[in-house]
């Protein structure tokens, strides 16, 4: 029994496929299932059930790819150990990101995190916050950043900052005449909102306590799936809309003569970063929480 026979079925049991489980191990389907069938002789039981399709595990199969997801964590725990005797931060670094925060916050703190930290190699995915979840619980991604909190039992969060809600509004809008809103100014008769799926679409909803009737709000329908969509339709079709600080802060002087704050105390979203509870890439984890930090402090 070796540790890639571990990783062959975990990868089988995820792909519910031999062929495509080979494609993700990047051997070819033969050398796998050979491997597979040697693990199972040494232990005396079938760990699939190759007449159903898509394949599945047997009832013992499931205990035993159980377990080596156990044996492989503490593997890789073994191994990130030994990355950081020297000192050295590296690795391997996947991040999931909201669309509301990606393009404000990644230019931020990411020339800086790479300059200092070569030898992490980082990939980033841009996502909503129900795919963040997904990946992260598929162990896909290892850090979520996203807004909190989400309060799942099987994740951990760590508040980063919070960021104030601001009101972007029409050249044509009586609203701009005033320097501080109330949430309760707001006209969901002339408020755009980003499409479904978006959990700022949620907190806006919330804030201004929109009931799901009132979803229809105006004679044209846009499904907005960014903050630049939202930005752009006010500017072309009057109304207002509802963004966070960071993109605030983004926008060019002309913009910025169209927001508009909340009067104190403003209403604001929680930034923070999402990991499973058997997360083990403390070091990575600390070195990116560390560098947001430092990016943000001067700003929010």
Sequence with gaps: MNLQQLEYIVAVDACRHFVKAADKCCITQATLSMMIKKLEEELGVLVFDRSKQPVVPTEIGKAIIEQAKVVLKE?????????????????????GIIPTLAPYLLPLFLPQFLKKHPSVKLKIVEANTANIIEQLEKEALDIGILATPLGIASMKETVLFRENFRVFVSNKEKLLNK?????????????W??????????????????????????????????????????????????????????LDDTRQKQLRSFQSPAPMREIGLLTHKHFIKKRLFEVLKEEILLAVAQLI
């Design 179 to 191: 320097q501080y809103l109330l949430p309760q100014e707001i006209d969901v008769q002339r408020l």
């Design 75 to 95: 593997t890789a725990l073994l191994r990130q150990m030994a990355q950081e005797v020297d000192n050295e931060t590296r690795g391997e670094l996947r991040l």
């Design 193 to 250: 909102l980003l499409a479904e799926g978006h959990c700022l679409r949620e907190q806006v909803i919330n804030l201004c306590e929109l009931q799901k009737q009132q979803a229809n709000l105006h004679h044209l329908e846009y499904e907005a799936g960014s903050i630049e969509s939202l930005l752009k339709i006010v500017e072309m079709n009057e109304g207002i809309t509802i963004i966070p600080e960071l993109a605030a802060l983004a």
